[in-house]
């Protein structure tokens, strides 16, 4: 339950409505709301089948503070222990309420970090399709440092290259997600669950389509079978103003203002910065930013989290008022949540900052917008390889370590304002680099479009839709004849 993998899934829903399935989204009350404005507007336009099934998600039984349904509102990641023990809760209850679903259900597609659904789905005698929100070639990347475990004998900053790619792929150990880099927050018996849960699933769905990355789908199809469907880029289902607008939570600017100010500036001229949902940055290391955006000269939206654990500090509070006032027109703060897709298609916009989580990364390739690349934690430094280095529409600011998850405040500043300043000038610069990444980047956006809209994932959809009818009448079938 964070926005990572729940606005994937709310526009898969939307997409498998439009090949003709009921979709019923199962959340928690609070996800629920952030979701509905999703949901509702879809269904009213479409007609279609789509509905938000929230169920109690069990805080205090868990040691959370009330409220605490999303990754995004933990007041500390050490918490995150009693939020998926919270989650596994909700097994029973989801059981329960799916024993009584009429008609019963076909299929059930669960996010990897709900591994026990598998045992709801053996019990009821329905597929598991599993949803984990990263690219083929991450988990390419990911299966060949595991299996040849290269990063072993690295000190933490020492470069190795990563075994068996087509393409020359070059990280730190200290870049790598745990487990290979000592996670911090205490997860490895959910890490063995998820891995025993994914043996145990029917199929595997993939935000992410064949043009984009083929080698590493073919790859990723040798290790899991055929029943792998590349579905995306998912976020272009979402077509109208208000759709792009109303993905994930109540935007913290109006937007009619920001189209406005976005439309105060010629094509392809500002630079979009956001760095995810979950990004905790400490304060000195937003000022550093905030400056190297400021050094650029060039227009730029800026979205500062509310989820970061110091940038509500007073001091940077102060800092960021005069930078507002050095800026004055050229730059627009965010404080919350921005509305991303809707931001990304507009004109003026010519380049987007990113965390290079794997939603963004998409919502940028299917912008056609060239990218500059802060990976921060999780399996963001494989994103910024391959935004850099196998599709070419992007340049590197250079951060050199993953931040741990419970230890951000530690992390310091680790990109200093030059390289802010000096990857945003390669991206938007209008040379011939820059140029050559934007043409790129046009071109992945238009393959993208075509593989929804009648391509490649418009037939892996399908296909996976008519598959799954058919593999349920099959264990319908088997039940009645016991
Ligand atoms: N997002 C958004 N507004 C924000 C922050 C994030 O709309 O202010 C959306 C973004 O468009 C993407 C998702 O939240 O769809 C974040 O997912 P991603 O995988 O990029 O990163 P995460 O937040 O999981 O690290």
Redesign the pocket.
Known sequence: M????Q??MVDMGKLLSQHGATVTIVTTPLNALRLDPMVTAHSADSGLEIRLLPIRFPCAEAGLPEGCENLEVLPSRNLSRNFFDATRMLQQPLEKILRDFQPPPTCIISDKHLPWTVQIASKLRIPRILFD?MSCFSFVCSRNIMMSKVYEQQSDLETFVVPGLPDQIELTRAQLPSPFNHGSVNLVDLREEIVEAEKASYGWLINSFEDLEKAYVQEYRKTKGDKVWCVGPV?LCNEGDSEKAH???KSSINEGQCLKWLGSWPPSSVIYT?L????CLTAPQLIELGSGLEATGRPFIW?I?KSGITSTDDDFQKWVIKLEGRVQHRGLL?W??????LILSHPSVGGFL??C?????L?GICAGVPMVAWPLF?E?FYNERFIVKVLGIGASVGACAAIRWGEEGKAGVLVKREDVRKSVEEVMSGGRVSEEMRKKAMRLAEMAKRAIEGGSSYLEIKAFVEDVKQISNKLRQEVKDL
Do not use: D, F, K, Y
């Open positions: 964070a926005s990572g993998h606005i994937p929100g976020s993905r994930g939570n956001c995810g949902s979950l990004s979205v989290g965010i919350g949540w921005a509305p991303q897709m990113t965390h989580g794997w939603n963004s990364t919502e999780s963001q």
